[in-house]
């Protein structure tokens, strides 16, 4: 079973970029779809960008173009570079899973997109 750790969230301002990481810990970590989520206060858990084995993304519209996903198998980590945030980029920020399979959702970490 594969576990995951995000870390890397914080407070940025409007315009500002922020790096965010997800350690994954257990086998075939190279195998799996993996995406980032958000969940903002109030609102539904939402996928924004998903990475496949083989390095195709995908990005949801609200991000295109400002935010970029990409992974490291052999460190078993995934990374979302987020630039140009806006406040409405304000949420807790998961990855998981964005194929066949999803795991035990990690604990997030903040984003919070404010001056």
């Known amino acids: 079973q594969v576990q995951l750790v995000e870390s890397g969230g914080g407070l940025v301002q409007p315009g500002g970029s922020l790096r965010v990481s997800c350690a994954a810990s257990g086998p075939l970590f190279s195998t799996y779809t993996m995406g980032w989520y958000r969940q903002a206060p109030g609102k539904q858990r939402e996928l924004v960008a998903r990475i496949t084995s083989s390095g195709s993304t995908n990005y949801a519209d609200s991000v295109k173009g400002r935010f970029t996903i990409s992974r490291d198998n052999a460190k078993k980590t995934v990374y979302l570079q987020m630039n140009s945030l806006k406040p409405e980029d304000t949420a807790v920020y998961y990855c998981?899973?964005?194929?066949?399979?999803?795991?035990?959702w990690g604990q997030g970490t903040q984003v919070t997109v404010s001056s």
């Open positions: 998981n899973g964005a194929g066949s399979y999803t795991f035990r």
